[in-house]
């Protein structure tokens, strides 16, 4: 079992999310605030976290690059969801520190089959 934390302000999205990893057996942990995020990240020590790249406060972004930037949490790997696709987007996430990235709406397997990958993979984060 995979603690997973997911940074997503949209509640239906959360309990989407939640329910499909806890189905999956995992232990999901939802952040709703972006501004708490990284605080709840250092807290629960996720194997993987998910977040949003359109938040208010924080962008979801922002947090990959405070992820990246915390020694605790460098290696997580991050996987980015956003309902904002536009040409270029993937490649800014990845160079931000995300190592994957699912469009909205999200297609279910590919959301449970990336989140096998990232676990599964498990190796230092470049960068």
Known sequence: MARILVVEDNALNIKLFCDLLAAHGHEPHAVTDSREALERAQAAKPNLIITDIQLPHISGMEFIRQVRDDPALRD??????????GAGDEERVRDAGAQAYVSKPISVARFVDEVTALLERREPVAG
């Open 76 to 85: 997580v790997p991050i996987m980015a969801v956003t309902a904002y696709a």
